[in-house]
């Protein structure tokens, strides 16, 4: 039994490495435009880093995964800090777009593991109880996510560029690691002997990766290329369009942390159908006035709060509808990485083509379709489905 003390000391452990997480995720998209000229290649050209860093991060969806089901959490996580600490301080380094896209690559691939053992460690921690602790670990993803842009934006008013950028985020991911290592790791959660043997509900487990596919996708397309969009859309400079991305991502922590809240109050089904009806109002919004200063800061601001809650939230929900080993929350971090892969990457192909405000319209698509999923979800029955404590929400239609 693992006392409070412990609990809290491995609790904070997790939300400092997703602080890491955040940094290495959010860092890119602002950096773009430094790395395409550094690199002298058409920004539209580096969308190939997001479609990298996730087929890193599916690998360890696919195949690492299971490794939290057979060795001590901790230890792969330190592994995970570790290699994602070194690999970000050598960006600046690279001279090629094919060989920074191995390392981003790799860095996709630590970083999955450090996502999948948080998210999968946490709810061994806490159980039926970590709908608000989720909520609480996915808010400091959002403190890195907002930090990095931030960061880049100070460095590029200083002159300090992309090697200082990258490597004042490295070593802030040194003392995360240090005090990672040093945790025991928590137990793999006892099971009875009929829920060993109780099958999968693959079904389920499909929907809600399909789920994630489309809201990482909205997540990670909007927050990778605003900054690009704000710099070929004439609407700010450089230094302005990683602000832009800073807010964003600002927006999305605060939202996070008003999940918490939340979580204690209403169940996962509500707040996901609120978030993301009101997701998809502020981005038609930007669709209809994409070259207003003014919309392009207020709806960034707005999209962020309100679809901010919406990944623990589903986490959550599928931790309460499932029973969460390694291997089933590999798979449905899956869908979230397919989605983060290939949807950034179709958004910056398009750019030349239909213009910067196919991001708009891309994140449109994909917030409506998960609208039509979630609903898609709720008719489909999980081990909580028959709890009166924990009751599955229809929409009021």
């Not at 669709?287 to 207003?292: E, Q």
Request: with cysteine.
């Amino acid at each position: 039994m693992t006392s409070k003390t412990g609990m809290t000391t491995k609790t904070i452990g997790y939300y400092a490495a997703f602080i890491t997480l955040g940094l290495s995720l959010g860092v890119l998209g602002p950096t773009l435009p430094a790395l395409a000229n550094k690199l002298n290649t058409d920004i539209s050209m580096l969308g190939i880093l997001f479609t990298a860093r996730e087929i890193g991060t599916m690998l360890t969806a696919l195949f690492g995964a299971r490794l939290y089901d057979r060795f001590p959490g901790h230890r792969i996580m330190t592994i995970g800090l570790f290699s994602v600490m070194v690999l970000m301080a050598l960006v600046p380094f690279l001279s090629t777009v094919w060989i920074l896209s191995f390392v981003v690559l790799l860095m996709g691939l630590f970083a999955g593991a450090i996502d999948v053992g948080a998210n999968t460690l946490l709810v061994w921690l806490y159980q039926d109880r970590v709908a608000p602790f989720m909520n609480g670990l996915h808010f400091f993803y959002g403190v890195g996510a907002f930090l990095a842009p931030t960061i880049v934006g100070l460095m590029l008013v200083m002159d300090g560029g992309l090697q200082k950028s990258y490597w004042i985020l490295a070593l802030i991911m040194l003392p995360i690691m240090l005090y990672m290592a040093r945790l025991p790791s928590p137990e793999h959660p006892k099971v009875s002997h009929e829920e060993a043997n109780e099958k999968v509900n693959y079904v389920l487990v499909f929907f809600i990766a399909l789920f994630l596919f489309l809201y990482v996708a909205a997540e990670a397309g909007y927050g990778g290329w605003i900054s690009s969009y704000a710099v070929l859309t004439r609407l700010g400079t450089e230094s302005a369009a990683a602000y832009l991305a800073s807010a964003y991502w600002g927006s999305f922590t605060i939202g996070r942390l008003l999940g918490v809240p939340a979580a204690m109050r209403f169940p996962p089904e509500r707040i996901l159908y609120v978030t993301l009806i009101a997701g998809l109002f502020f981005i038609i919004l930007l669709a209809v006035f994409p070259l207003s200063v003014e919309i392009i800061w207020i709806g960034t601001c707005c999209f962020g709060l309100t679809t901010g809650p919406i990944f623990a939230t589903a986490v959550a929900l599928a931790g309460r509808r499932l029973r969460l080993t390694g291997r089933v929350t590999g798979l449905i971090f899956l869908g979230a990485s397919l989605g983060a892969m290939i949807v950034p990457w179709l958004i910056g192909l398009l750019f030349p083509v239909i213009g910067p405000q196919v991001l708009f319209y891309a994140i449109l698509i994909t917030i409506g379709a998960d609208i039509v999923v979630l609903l898609g979800i709720n008719k489909i029955k999980g081990i909580a489905s028959n709890r009166k404590d924990f009751p599955v929400i229809e929409p009021e239609l």
